[in-house]
């Protein structure tokens, strides 16, 4: 099936810094998407991005689908950005409905 | 999200006993999943609807049952619970199952076996 990592697993911010996390995947898909996880468990869907370029305050996300690959930049980031960002996707071949996850990325932003 | 509420919130239940989780959602969205997230494991897709009464299997549905007999919401059955399926169960909704639209999760269900 369809293989998803992501990079870096962890990250440590100063608050005010900014970041790059990535997403590759194995194989073509359909439907991509970034969600946050905040230390209370809930998630939060960031960006539907199968392709493109797309932007929401201080988050913007980028897909390159011929390359495989997803990137989210968090720019000026503040406390409230701690959390886990998982990036998803599912395949565009075989009709499966499962959207796969990577393991994510903890992002921590310390004060 | 509003949109979205799962029940209960937090479960503890012995082993061999029977278990159902509810997922209420009130988009009118055609599509409901169920996942659960473990350490180590991440989130997996265990049963998913496509409709009233259409259901289907993810990749960890064994020891599940799911129900949707109505468009708002979704059940799953643990028929007999195991310490296997302590973990935390969320419910997700789609209107549509490729362009143009994303999930949206509710709160979860914290469900431990002992």
């Known amino acids: 099936g369809i293989q998803v990592e992501q990079s870096p697993p962890d990250l440590i911010l100063q608050e005010g810094a900014n970041s790059t996390l990535r997403c590759n995947f194995s194989d073509s898909v359909n439907n991509l998407q970034w969600f946050h996880q905040n230390p209370w468990g809930q998630l939060i869907n960031l960006f539907y991005i199968p392709s493109g370029t797309k932007q929401n305050g201080r988050l913007s996300a980028t897909t390159v689908a011929t390359e495989r690959y997803s990137l989210l930049y968090i720019s000026s980031s503040q406390t409230t950005d701690s959390g886990v960002y998982f990036c998803?996707?599912?395949?565009?071949?075989?009709?499966?409905?499962?959207?796969?996850f990577g393991k994510g990325t903890k992002l921590t932003v310390n004060p | 999200d509003a949109g979205i509420t799962q029940s209960p919130r937090h479960k503890v239940t012995e082993t061999g006993t029977p278990v159902t989780l509810r997922c209420h959602q009130t988009?009118?969205?055609?599509?409901m999943y169920w996942y659960r997230q473990d350490p180590g494991h991440g989130l997996r897709l265990i049963h998913y609807s496509y409709g009233v009464k259409d259901t289907d299997k993810g990749e960890v549905s064994d020891g599940y049952s799911v129900s949707r007999s109505k468009t708002e919401d979704f059940l799953l059955t643990l028929e007999s619970a195991t310490s296997s399926q302590t973990s935390v169960y969320f419910c997700?909704?789609?209107?549509?199952?490729?362009?143009?639209?994303?999930?949206?999760f509710g709160s979860g269900t914290r469900l431990t076996v002992v």
């Open positions: 988009e009118n969205h055609r599509y």
């Open positions: 998803a996707v599912k395949p565009a071949q075989g009709g499966s409905e499962k959207l796969v």
């Open positions: 997700a909704i789609s209107e549509s199952t490729g362009f143009n639209y994303g999930y949206t």
